[in-house]
T-cell receptor, first 115, second 114 residues
């Protein structure tokens, strides 16, 4: 158990819908990262937050957005869902906000299926 | 742009034997980290081992060790005394010290034969 929690574990929804994935980092970690793992594109970095502020952006679609709240939990919002958005979405956390800070610890992921 | 390549989609090894998984990467940076993550059927992503590029000594964690060849941009993982619980997808990942994101290889599926 990494200490990072993600809810829900599974999500099934229809095309065009909007969903919210939630992540709680390890106690004491200020950085949260979101990754997408899909069959065709492998693992991709989406976005990073540090202490409530966006720090880095990767291959995140405009239909997707994220935020980190004062209690440090983070939410990833996916809208206008398409079949290709079906994937495993991971949240990871680390202690600090600098690239030299410690390694990232991953949550169990949320499996999103878009039908 | 940095890239990570794992050329072995699948490897198999007899239980108690040793297996080596390959990873190469491409970067123009000199300061970075390399990681091996394990993803068992549960889909949880578990950190196996980490190597800092500035360290010449190869990292070791119990039965897991790496062969880090900085000039060749190679970072292989050796698993000694393979156990059934080692069966998983193994991902090699790169992170520079000027960037936050992990860049991933495609993964190698490791099968352990009893």
């Amino acid at each position: 158990d990494s200490g990072v929690t993600q809810t829900p574990k599974h999500l099934i929804t229809a095309t065009g819908q909007r969903v919210t994935l939630r992540c709680s980092p390890r106690s004491g970690d200020l950085s949260v990262y979101w990754y997408q793992q899909s069959l065709d594109q492998g693992l991709q970095f989406l976005i990073q937050y540090y202490n409530g502020e966006e720090r880095a952006k990767g291959n995140i679609l405009e239909r997707f957005s994220a935020q980190q709240f004062p209690d440090l939990h983070s939410e990833l919002n996916l809208s206008s869902l398409e079949l290709g958005d079906s994937a495993l979405y991971f949240c990871a956390s680390s202690v600090g906000g600098t690239p030299k800070s410690y390694e990232q610890y991953f949550g169990p992921g949320t499996r999103l299926t878009v039908t | 742009a940095q890239t990570v390549t794992q050329s072995q989609p699948e490897m198999s090894v007899q239980e108690a034997e040793t297996v080596t998984l390959s990873c190469t990467y491409d970067t123009s940076e000199s300061d970075y980290y390399l990681f091996w993550y394990k993803q068992p059927p549960s889909r949880q992503m578990i950190l196996v081992i980490r190597q800092e590029a500035y360290k010449q000594q190869n990292a070791t964690e119990n039965r897991f060790s790496v062969n880090f060849q900085k000039a060749a941009k190679s970072f292989s993982l050796k698993i000694s005394d393979s156990q059934l619980g080692d069966a998983a997808m193994y991902f090699c990942a790169y992170r520079s010290n000027s960037n936050y994101q992990l860049i991933w290889g495609a993964g190698t599926k490791l099968i352990i034969k009893p």
